[in-house]
C-alpha cells in the first residue's frame, strides 16, 4: 500500500491510498477516531474498514489528522479534523476522477468528523460510520441527512451506549428519500474485539451493493417552427425551377386578364 503526502491547511497530512481495479473503482475515504486518544489510521477497526472496501473494488484511502504520525500541526478540536477530511477528499477525487460513486467512512470520533464532512459535501454517495459518539458530540447538524447509509453499533459498547446511537439511526431514518440501515452486533465492545470479522463481513455486504445511477433528465424539446406566410421564398429567383416560374408567369397573366379595365369618362360637349 503505498505512502502518500496530502497538503493539509496546518500542512502535510500523512496517508495510505490503495487504488482499486480500474478508473472507474468508486473510492472510499476512512477516518480514524479521536487523536486525543489513540487514534490512528492503523487503528484496527479502520483497518478492517480498508479491508471490507478494498475486497468490493473500491480505491481506499486513509490518513493521520494533524498531529498524529507524521502529519504536521496539531489537534484542532474537531474543526481542524474537518478540514484535513476535506483536504485528504479533494486529494482523492483528483486522483480517481472518474470514480462510480463516493463513499465516507468513520469509527467513533472519525464518523462524527465524517458525518459532518458528509453535509458539506453533496458529491458524497454513502457514509458508514461505526459506533458514532452520539453521546458525546452533537450530531443535530443532521437536519435532513443527505445521504443514505450504515451505522454499526455493539450492544456492549462501554463507551457510547447503544441507546443514544439507537436513537439518532431513527432520527435520520424518518427523514425523506434516505435509507439508514441501522445494525447491532451482539457481544461487541466499542473496539469490536474478537469481532472484526463479524464487522468486516457486515460492511462488505453492504458497500458490495452499487450505488445507483440516476438516470439523464430527457433532452429539452425543439422550438416550435413559426411559419410566416408573409415572408418571401427562402430560395432566391436563380433557384426556382423553370417550371414553378412558368406556373407562376401563368398565373400572374390570368390574374391581369380578368381585371377590369377603367373606361376613360367622357368629356362634357359644348354647346
Partial sequence: MP???????????????LPGANERA???????????????????????????????GFSTLRFNF??????????????????????????????????????????SFGAWI???????RPEIDRFVS???????FDFSFLAPCPSSGLIVQGDRDEVVPEEAVHKLSEKLAKQ???????????????FFAERLDKLEAMVGEYASVPVP?????????????????????????TQVSARTAARNGK????????????KPAKKPTKR
Fill in 26 to 56: 468508486p473510492i472510499a475515504l476512512l477516518l480514524h477516531p479521536h487523536p486525543q486518544h489513540g487514534g490512528t489510521m492503523h487503528n484496527k477497526v479502520v483497518y478492517t474498514l480498508n479491508q471490507a472496501f478494498t475486497k468490493c
Fill in 213 to 237: 445511477v440516476a438516470p439523464p433528465p430527457p433532452p429539452p424539446p425543439p422550438p416550435p417552427v413559426v411559419v410566416d406566410k408573409k415572408l418571401p421564398s427562402p430560395l432566391p429567383p
Fill in 114 to 120: 465524517g458525518m459532518q464532512l458528509l453535509m458539506r
Fill in 66 to 107: 494533524r498531529g498524529v504520525g507524521r502529519s504536521q500541526g496539531s489537534y484542532g478540536r474537531g474543526e481542524g479534523e474537518l478540514q484535513d477530511a476535506a483536504s485528504a477528499l479533494d486529494w482523492l477525487q483528483q486522483t480517481s476522477p472518474n470514480a462510480a460513486s463516493c463513499w465516507i467512512a468513520g469509527f
Fill in 251 to 262: 398565373a400572374a397573366a390570368k390574374q391581369a386578364a380578368e381585371k377590369p379595365v377603367k
Fill in 130 to 136: 461505526i459506533a458514532p459518539p452520539a453521546n458525546i
Fill in 3 to 17: 505512502d502518500v503526502v496530502i497538503n493539509g491547511a496546518e500542512g502535510r497530512l500523512e496517508g495510505r491510498f
Fill in 176 to 190: 425523506r428519500d434516505i435509507t439508514v440501515d441501522y445494525r447491532v452486533m451482539k457481544g461487541a465492545n466499542h
